[in-house]
């Protein structure tokens, strides 16, 4: 099975910066695409990045472009988040989807983490 756990989120002033790591485990080919998502309350669940775990091909959507870098080691991925603004506030996970899914479309993800609460205030 594949098993995800993020760290790494916290309270960051508004134009700051933050690193989330979600450490992975399992069948590589349950991994083939991984994916961040971020649900704030009243909102649906948005992706904000995510990559082909071969090949390297990544995927943001434009309210992230140019401020979230999405990238991977050999057991972890990683977000990295510059320019924090308040609007991205929310628990942000990390999910798993087969290969050749629709990056940024939820259903598509068959695994999660627990999530990691980033608050970003002003």
């Known amino acids: 099975q594949v098993q995800l756990v993020e760290s790494g989120g916290g309270l960051v002033q508004a134009g700051g910066s933050l690193r989330l790591s979600c450490a992975t485990s399992?069948?590589?080919?349950?991994?083939?695409?991984m994916g961040w998502f971020r649900q704030a309350p009243g909102k649906e669940r948005e992706c904000v990045g995510a990559?082909?775990?071969?090949?390297?091909n990544t995927y943001y959507p434009d309210s992230v472009k140019g401020r979230f870098t999405i990238s991977r080691d050999n057991a972890k991925v990683y977000l990295q988040m510059n320019s924090l603004k308040p609007e991205d506030t929310a628990i942000y996970y990390c999910?798993?989807?087969?290969?050749?899914?629709?990056?940024?479309?939820?259903?598509?993800?068959?695994?999660w983490g627990q999530g990691t609460q980033v608050t970003v205030s002003s």
């Open positions: 990559i082909r775990w071969y090949g390297g």
């Open positions: 999910a798993t989807a087969p290969f050749g899914s629709t990056s940024y479309v939820a259903r598509e993800y068959i695994y």
């Open positions: 399992g069948e590589t080919f349950s991994r083939s695409v």
